[in-house]
C-alpha cells in the first residue's frame, strides 16, 4: 500500500486527495455534460415541433396528386421544400407518399403504425448509414380532403454534437488541469503543515542521553502536532527525571562505597607505617572489617533494591494484623528507645488486616520506628498508630524528632538522600531505609507520606489497601 | 575430618584454608571445577565447599555429577550471586546449605559444624563454661550459683553464644537465628549491640572475669579466657 502510494506521509496525503479530488470532478463533468446534452436535445425539439408546424402550414397537394410544399409567399418551390427540412410523408396504411431528395433511399426509421388516439410521436436520434445523426419527429396530419397522413420531420443534429463536443473539451483540459494545479498546490500545503513534523524528527533525534534537557519547539500547542510535540517532551521530562535520579543514585552510590573504601585503606596503609603489638594491630584489622561489614550492609542494600526495581521479589501475602506487625517491629526496636528514655507505645485498632508479606512490610516498620527513635531526643516520645478509615489501612509513626522541612518531604525516600549528611553517616545508616521502606509499602499497593509539623514532630503515614474480608461475608450464612 | 574446598580465587581459597586449617580441620584445595571432581571422586571427604562461580565446569554442574555418583558427602555451596533462582537451582541439585558470598567467616564455620553434625541431636539440658550454668529447659541463668535474671530476649542470646562457646559470632548470625530477619538490610545491628551491653551488664559486670568478649569488626564471643 505505501509502496504504491508513495512512502511518505506528505505524498500519500496529496496523492489520496487528488484522486478524490479527479473522482469529484469526473462525477461532476458527467453530469453536466448529460445535463447540457439534454437541454441541447430540447432545444432542438422544440424548434423540430415549430418546423412541424410550419411544413403542416405549406403542405398541399398539387393538382397533379403530388405534395408539395408552399413557399411563403404562397408559391411551390422545391428548392424550399430541400432546403432544411428532412421530410417524410407516409399515407396512415404505411406507404411512403414523399421523401425529400436529400434523404436519398436513407428511411428516418421504420414505417410508421397508426396509434389510435395519438397524434404525435416524440423525438428520437437517429444515425444515417452515411454517420450522420438526426433528430426525427413524427406527427399525424390531415389534410385538406381529409385524409390522415403521417409527417416526419428530422434536422441534422451535427451542430449539437459540435456544440456538445466542444463542451467535453473545455471540461477535458480544464478540470485535470485544476486537479494539477491543486496537487501542486495540496502538496505544499501538506509540506507546510508537516513542516513541524520535521523539525521536530530532527530535534528528536538530536536529543541524547546528554541532551536530554532540550525540548521540541511548539508552534501551536493546540493542534494536533502541538498534543503530540506536547506529549513527547513531557515523556522527555519523565525520561530526563529518571536519568537524573539515577545518574544522582550511581554518584550517591560510588561515593557511599567509597567511603568505606578509604577508611579500609588509610587504617590498613596507616598500620603497616607504624609498629606496634599484637593488640595494636588486632584493633585496626578489626577496625578494617568493621569497614568491611558497613560495605556488605551497603552492598546488600543496593541489591534489594535493585532486586526491587527489577520486580524480582516473591511476596507470600497472608491476612496480617497491622497492630501485631507494628507492635512486633516495634518490639525489636524497643531496646534501642529504652536506651535514650524514650516513650515507645503501639496503639490502635487491632482489627485492621491487611493482606500483605509480614516479612517485606516489617521491614518497613522497623525501618520508620528505627528512624523515629533516633531522630527523636532522649526523653522523647515515639507513637505508632494504627486505624482503619474508609478507603485504607493507614500506620502512623509519629516521633518527637526536629520534623522534616516541607521542601524536602519528597526527596527523602530518595536513595541516599539525607537531610543531615553527617549526623546519620556517624550513625551507621545507609541512607536506604526509607527508600527501602517505600518500596515495600509501594510492592503492598500502598503510600506512604511524611506530615507534621517542621521543628516539632514528623509524622510518617502508610497507608495500605483494606483486605476485603470473606470472613464476615462468610459468617452470615 | 578432611574438608575439600573448589574455589578459583586464590586469595578466598587460601584465607578459607587457613581458617578452617586454624580450627583443626585438614583442608584440601582445589582451584578449577574439574580438579575439585577429580578430588572428591578420589578420596573419602567429611564435607565439601563449592564455589557456583567457576571457570569451566561451575559449581552445580560439578554437583550433579557427584550426585549422580552417589557420593552423599555434605556440600556447602558459595555464591556470590543472592538470586533466588541460584538458591533453588543449588539447592535442587542436592546442596546441603549454602552461603552469599561476602559471608563473615564465623558464620562458614558455624554451617560447617552444623552441617558435619547433622543427626546427632542439640545437647539439652544444662550447658555450662566456668562458673556459668544455662539451663535449656527452665531457662534460668546461674554465675557461681548466684541466680541472673535475664529477659527472653537475653536468654536466648545466651543461650546462642552458650552453644558456639569458644567461637565467635557474628551479628549476622544473630539477626538470622535469633530475630528471624532474612534480609540484611534491615537495622538490627545497634539493636542486638545493646542487647549484648545488657547481657554483659548482668553477666559480668559483678564479677571480676569476664566471660562475654567482644571482637572487633567480627562479632561476640563466650569465652573463659582473657582474650
Redesign the interface.
Given at each position: 500500500m505505501s509502496g504504491l502510494l508513495g512512502r511518505n506521509l506528505r505524498t500519500r496525503l496529496t496523492v489520496f486527495y487528488a484522486s478524490l479530488l479527479a473522482a469529484a470532478l469526473l462525477l461532476y463533468a458527467v453530469c453536466v455534460s448529460t445535463f447540457f446534452l439534454r437541454n441541447l436535445r430540447e432545444q432542438l425539439d422544440s424548434s423540430l415541433d415549430r418546423d412541424l408546424e410550419t411544413v403542416e402550414a405549406i403542405l398541399y397537394v398539387s393538382p397533379d396528386g403530388q405534395l408539395q410544399l408552399r413557399s411563403h409567399e404562397g408559391e411551390a418551390d422545391e428548392d424550399e421544400l430541400d432546403r432544411g427540412y428532412l421530410l417524410e410523408v407516409w399515407s396512415d396504411d404505411g406507404r411512403l407518399l414523399y421523401r425529400s431528395e436529400q434523404l436519398g433511399d436513407q428511411p428516418l426509421g421504420q414505417v410508421p403504425k397508426v396509434i389510435p388516439g395519438h397524434s404525435r410521436e416524440s423525438a428520437k436520434s437517429l444515425q444515417f448509414t452515411s454517420g450522420m445523426r438526426v433528430r426525427a419527429m413524427s406527427r399525424l396530419h390531415h389534410m385538406p380532403d381529409g385524409k390522415a397522413v403521417i409527417l416526419r420531420l428530422a434536422i441534422s443534429e451535427e451542430p449539437l454534437w459540435r456544440e456538445f463536443w466542444k463542451m467535453v473539451a473545455v471540461l477535458g483540459v480544464g478540470l485535470p488541469a485544476i486537479v494539477f494545479l491543486v496537487v501542486i498546490a495540496g502538496y505544499l500545503v501538506a509540506a507546510r503543515a508537516l513542516r513541524p513534523v520535521d523539525s521536530m524528527a530532527k530535534r528528536a533525534a538530536e536529543i541524547t542521553a546528554d541532551h536530554l534537557h532540550e525540548r521540541l519547539t511548539i508552534d501551536n500547542p493546540d493542534d494536533e502536532l502541538g498534543q503530540l510535540g506536547t506529549a513527547f517532551n513531557l515523556a522527555l521530562a519523565r525520561l530526563e527525571n529518571s536519568f537524573d535520579q539515577l545518574r544522582r543514585f550511581t554518584a550517591d552510590a560510588s561515593h557511599e562505597l567509597r567511603t568505606p573504601l578509604t577508611a579500609i585503606r588509610s587504617v590498613g596503609e596507616v598500620s603497616l607505617k607504624k609498629s606496634g603489638d599484637e593488640r595494636y594491630y588486632r584493633d585496626t584489622i578489626g577496625s578494617m572489617l568493621e569497614e568491611t561489614n558497613r560495605l556488605t550492609l551497603l552492598v546488600d542494600s543496593l541489591l534489594t533494591m535493585s532486586r526491587a526495581d527489577g520486580g524480582h521479589v516473591q511476596m507470600n501475602l497472608t491476612p496480617v494484623s497491622l497492630l501485631e506487625l507494628a507492635k512486633e517491629s516495634a518490639s525489636i526496636v524497643e531496646v534501642l528507645a529504652e536506651e535514650k528514655a524514650q516513650r515507645l507505645r503501639v496503639d490502635g485498632d487491632s482489627s485492621v488486616i491487611v493482606r500483605a508479606d509480614s516479612t517485606i512490610l516489617r521491614q518497613a516498620l522497623v525501618n520508620l520506628i528505627d528512624n523515629a527513635v533516633k531522630y527523636s531526643p532522649i526523653n522523647g516520645s515515639i507513637l505508632v498508630n494504627v486505624a482503619n478509615n474508609q478507603e485504607s489501612a493507614v500506620i502512623e509513626v509519629h516521633d518527637s524528632g526536629p520534623g522534616i522541612p516541607i521542601e524536602l518531604r519528597n526527596r527523602i525516600f530518595e536513595r541516599f538522600y539525607r537531610v543531615d549528611k553527617a549526623r546519620t553517616r556517624a550513625e551507621g545508616g545507609t541512607g536506604l531505609g526509607l527508600s527501602i521502606a517505600q518500596w515495600a509499602v509501594a510492592t503492598h499497593g500502598g503510600t506512604i507520606e511524611v506530615q507534621g509539623e517542621p521543628g516539632r514532630s514528623s509524622i510518617f503515614v502508610i497507608r495500605l489497601p483494606k483486605l476485603v474480608t470473606r470472613t464476615t461475608t462468610m459468617s452470615k450464612h | 575430618m578432611l574438608i575439600l574446598i573448589v574455589e578459583d580465587e586464590p586469595k578466598v581459597g587460601n584465607a578459607l584454608r587457613e581458617g578452617l586449617e586454624a580450627e583443626g580441620y585438614g583442608v584440601v584445595l582445589a582451584p578449577t571445577g574439574e580438579e575439585g571432581f577429580f578430588h572428591a571422586s578420589s578420596r573419602r571427604f567429611d564435607l565439601i565447599i563449592l564455589d557456583v562461580m567457576l571457570p569451566g565446569r561451575d559449581g552445580i554442574a560439578v554437583l550433579n555429577m557427584l550426585r549422580k555418583q552417589g557420593a552423599q558427602t555434605p556440600v556447602l555451596l558459595l555464591t556470590a550471586k543472592?538470586?533466588?533462582e541460584d538458591r533453588v537451582l543449588g539447592l535442587d541439585a542436592g546442596a546441603d546449605d549454602y552461603l552469599v558470598k561476602?559471608f563473615a567467616f564465623a558464620e562458614l564455620s558455624a554451617r560447617i559444624r552444623a552441617l558435619l553434625r547433622r543427626n546427632k541431636a542439640e545437647p539439652e539440658g544444662v550447658l555450662a563454661i566456668g562458673g556459668l550454668e544455662v539451663d535449656s529447659v527452665r531457662r534460668t541463668v546461674s554465675r557461681d550459683g548466684q541466680r541472673i535474671d535475664l529477659t527472653a530476649r537475653e536468654f536466648d542470646l545466651l543461650e546462642y553464644l552458650m552453644r558456639n562457646h569458644g567461637r565467635v559470632v557474628s551479628?549476622e548470625m544473630l539477626a538470622r537465628d535469633l530475630?528471624k530477619e532474612?534480609?540484611?538490610?534491615?537495622?538490627?545491628?545497634?539493636?542486638i549491640d545493646?542487647?549484648i551491653a545488657?547481657l554483659r551488664r548482668k553477666l559480668d559486670d559483678p564479677f571480676s572475669a569476664k566471660l562475654l568478649h567482644t571482637?572487633?569488626?567480627?562479632g561476640f564471643t563466650l569465652n573463659e579466657e582473657q582474650s
Open positions: - | 543472592d538470586a533466588i561476602p551479628r530475630w532474612t534480609v540484611r538490610a534491615t537495622p538490627l545491628d545497634n539493636v545493646v542487647h545488657r571482637v572487633r569488626g567480627v
